[in-house]
Antibody, heavy 121, light 107 residues
Framework: QVQLQQPGAELVKPGASVKLSCKAS????????MHWVKQRPGQGLEWIGEIDPSDSYTNYNQKFKGKATLTVDKSSSTAYMQLSSLTSEDSAVYYCARRGAQRADWYFDVWGAGTTVTVSS | DIQMTQSSSSFSVSLGDRVTITCKAS??????LAWYQQKPGNAPRLLIS???SLETGVPSRFSGSGSGKDYTLSITSLQTEDVATYYCQQYWSTMYTFGGGTKLEIK
């Protein structure tokens, strides 16, 4: 079945960077764009950006340019998001989510379980 | 950016009630509207796409309607397992945006 696997948690120090992973299985990785979504504790969902695994084309929410960098490794069907210069404002759950293939289907049909990032010294 | 506004951040409801959650876009999104359900500690789950299309496995007590800027998620006869937060999302623009969420609580 279609799955997106994410590590459960990351503890990182302020000012550091972290690279989150999202391993896809059960479908052709390069056929579906991958998205990343942020959710701070008790808050709503915030779209970070998207990447086309076939050619690594990216599209970012302007708010996250310079903060998040999206990449993929086609050989392992894994998407990555690197977050840099971390502060307490970056403590959140980060989800990866698959976008539908057709223009009419650009909703997020499959979600990973999320990685909780805690920024603390 | 297209702003998505869910008018109520929370509802107190009774089991068996009919519930209607509204979502308003700042411009026409041509039915490119999805609804997600999120239970505490879980990832969001896609319920409805294209404003009205129910995903496979979603109970038929859920339905979506609307057009243009205004959209609605309805739940007939609320069940215990429907207690969750519901988000709308537009995908007309590739600056994807979510509503602020509507949390359902039991009276």
């Amino acid at each position: 079945q279609v799955q997106l696997q994410q590590p459960g948690a990351e503890l990182v120090k302020p000012g550091a960077s972290v690279k989150l992973s999202c391993k896809a299985s059960g479908y052709t990785f390069t056929s579906y764009w991958m998205h990343w979504v942020k959710q701070r504790p008790g808050q709503g969902l915030e779209w970070i950006g998207e990447i086309d695994p076939s050619d690594s084309y990216t599209n970012y929410n302007q708010k996250f340019k310079g903060k998040a960098t999206l990449t993929v490794d086609k050989s392992s069907s894994t998407a990555y998001m690197q977050l840099s210069s971390l502060t307490s404002e970056d403590s959140a759950v980060y989800y990866c989510a698959r976008r539908g293939a057709q223009r009419a289907d650009w909703y997020f049909d499959v979600w990973g379980a999320g990685t909780t990032v805690t920024v603390s010294s | 950016d297209i702003q998505m506004t869910q008018s109520s951040s929370s509802f107190s409801v009774s089991l068996g009630d009919r519930v209607t959650i509204t979502c308003k876009a700042s411009e026409d999104i041509y039915n490119r509207l999805a609804w997600y359900q999120q239970k505490p500690g879980n990832a969001p789950r896609l319920l409805i796409s294209g404003a009205t299309s129910l995903e496979t496995g979603v109970p038929s007590r859920f339905s979506g309607s609307g057009s243009g800027k205004d959209y609605t998620l309805s739940i007939t006869s609320l069940q215990t397992e429907d207690v969750a937060t519901y988000y709308c999302q537009q995908y007309w623009s590739t600056m994807y945006t979510f509503g602020g969420g509507t949390k359902l609580e039991i009276k």
